[in-house]
């Protein structure tokens, strides 16, 4: 195959799949899918799951008009899967913008590519608002309840409880956190992403992941995209008393707030919005202060925890804060 040419002449090394992928190599399950909205479906989640165990990566190939939701973006983001945009005879990374080349057994970034592909580059369809990402993690005993957090969290920022869950999109169970709690129980969903989609006023979808720990508990991770339109307002400083009052009701051991423009709609177009930035960061427990971070108690005991200030989504400096109060943090006894 050409560096940078059609999918259209697979490798001899490639073959059509019986699980669903359109080209299998050693190295790569690659999916071609032409949906305007390219979704995290039963499909790819079967893909992902089937190919995974063998070494291989699912590679998502749509074109340059497609959008993906945030399950799948998360899934890409997190290095799961990839996905490959098809531009103007070449490919790129949807979510980076690095060319890439197919070099007979996977998508590869191009070694001589000195820019973003071109587009990239181009503007996105509508004006970007912001969204807001809040990353928690708690550890839960073993006759703890799941999904609690998550359910606060869009019934205080959305006016309303989740509306479904499900391990791929649609969701299509109706939402009652303790409906969770059977599953996890009995492992049925570890190391599957469950996702949840709210049902209020504004966007809201979360990715939860759980795992079994030694004393027979569980953790609990979720990962909450709330989507802002233009000139809408973000709770910015309303969160550090939204996140103690949660972990008085929650066993929370972190939350790390960020901004990012984006959809409102929570879909993601392969073109360049700007970059995340952290707003701040939750830890269970009291901390000391760090130079140049602000921090603070919130919550109240038993479940006190440290809010550390990282800026206000605008400044260059969050992720400067962050890598440091990380190395601060280690280093706290």
Same mark, same amino acid.
């Given at each position: 195959m050409e560096r940078a040419g059609p999918l259209n002449a697979?490798? $001899?090394?490639?073959?059509?799949?019986? &699980?669903?992928?359109?080209?299998? +190599? $050693?190295?790569?399950?690659?999916v071609l899918t032409d949906r305007p909205i390219v979704a995290f479906g039963p499909g790819l989640v079967e893909a992902q799951r089937e190919y995974g165990t063998s070494g291989r990566k699912l590679q998502v190939v749509t074109p340059s008009g497609s959008r993906v939701t945030a399950p799948?973006? #998360?899934?890409?983001?997190?290095?799961?899967?990839?996905?490959?945009? =098809?531009?103007?005879?070449?490919?790129?990374? &949807?979510? +980076? *913008?690095?060319?890439?080349?197919?070099?007979g057994q996977a998508f590869t970034p191009s070694p001589d590519a000195q820019d973003y592909a071109p587009g990239f580059r181009l503007p996105p369809a509508e004006t970007p608002g912001i969204l807001l990402t809040l990353i928690l993690r708690a550890r839960h005993t073993a006759d703890g309840s799941a999904g609690g957090p998550v359910t606060d969290l869009m019934r205080i920022l959305t006016a309303a409880d989740p509306a479904g869950w499900g391990t791929f999109e649609p969701a299509s169970r109706t939402w009652a956190a303790a409906s969770l709690d059977p599953a996890v129980r009995e492992d049925a969903l570890a190391g599957a992403p469950v996702v949840v989609v709210g049902g209020g006023m504004r966007t809201a979808i979360a990715v939860m992941e759980f795992s079994r720990t030694e004393d027979g508990g569980f953790t $609990? #991770?979720?990962?909450i995209d709330?989507?802002?339109?233009? &000139? $809408?307002?973000? !709770?910015?400083?309303?969160? !550090?008393?939204?996140?103690? /009052?949660?972990?008085?009701?929650? !066993?929370? +051991?972190?939350?790390?707030? #960020?901004?990012?423009?984006? =959809?409102?709609?929570?879909t993601v177009e392969p073109r360049w919005t700007g970059t995340p930035s952290p707003i701040g960061l939750a830890i269970t427990g009291t901390h000391p202060a760090l130079d140049?971070?602000?921090? *603070? =108690?919130?919550?109240?005991?038993p479940t006190p925890? +440290?809010?550390?200030?990282?800026? /206000?989504?605008?400044?260059? /400096?969050g992720w400067h804060h962050y890598q440091r109060l990380l190395e601060h943090l280690k280093s706290d006894p």
């Open positions: 697979p490798p $001899e090394s490639a073959h059509a799949s019986a &699980g669903g992928a359109d080209l299998l +190599t $050693e190295r790569a399950a690659v799948l973006c #998360q899934q890409v983001a997190a290095g799961r899967a990839d996905w490959v945009v =098809r531009a103007d005879g070449g490919y790129y990374a &949807g979510l +980076t *913008g690095r060319p890439l080349y197919w070099d $609990e #991770q979720a990962t709330f989507g802002y339109r233009p &000139g $809408e307002p973000l !709770p910015l400083e309303d969160l !550090p008393s939204l996140v103690g /009052d949660l972990g008085g009701r929650h !066993p929370i +051991t972190s939350l790390l707030a #960020q901004v990012r423009p984006g =959809r409102a709609d929570l140049g971070i602000r921090s *603070g =108690r919130v919550g109240s005991p925890m +440290t809010w550390f200030n990282l800026g /206000d989504g605008r400044s260059p /400096d």
